[in-house]
């Protein structure tokens, strides 16, 4: 575990989820560096998730998209997985696109190797209930606040929650994840500044 690819991830596990150390460095064993260039798709829509993907470096954009427009739904900017876990866990197709916002680099394992790891060690199962219940708070804390919000609140919670993200991602990409057009977010932003 002193390799310096799996940092973040070690920290990641340290803090989000204590697993017993032989089985972590087992994982960790598994995971093979991958590396995507700006506008580069990593996961598109109708195709099963096949790997756990943990994002190291770079900035990810995850997106819903039919024929007339898409709408972004996530950003990823910092050490975390990115998977999309109903498709992984459930071998189901996903809906979801992600994009490269910028140079991106992922540490991933296969799912055959990941579900037999899980089978040797106890502590996959307890990964995978955590993960499921981050992610269903999340998606419900999003949809409750998209219904209920405006797009001025939504704003001036990213502010205070995802700065990072008004530092790094372009403003139209925002005012999608907001549900609004980019001069309404330009009207938003000068009201609030």
Known sequence: MDNPDFKELSIFFETEYPLNKDGLKELF?????????????????????????FLKRGIVREYYANSEKETNINFYTE???????????????????????TKVELLSVGKKEFRTLLEKYQCGKSFIDLSFQKLLKHKELLEYNRVTKT??????????????WLEKIPQYHI??????????????????S
Do not use: H, W
């Open 151 to 164: 797009a001025d609140e939504l704003y001036k919670e990213l502010l205070i929650y995802k700065p990072n």
């Open 29 to 53: 064993s598994l995971f093979k560096m991958k590396q995507f260039n700006k506008g580069e798709l990593i996961l598109s829509a109708e195709q099963e998730e096949k790997e756990l993907r």
């Open 79 to 101: 050490p975390l997985f990115i998977t999309d876990l109903v498709s992984f866990n459930n071998d189901v197709s996903t809906k979801k696109y992600q994009e490269c916002l």
């Open 175 to 192: 005012a999608s994840y907001l549900n609004i057009t980019p001069e309404t977010l330009s009207r938003i932003r000068k009201r609030i």
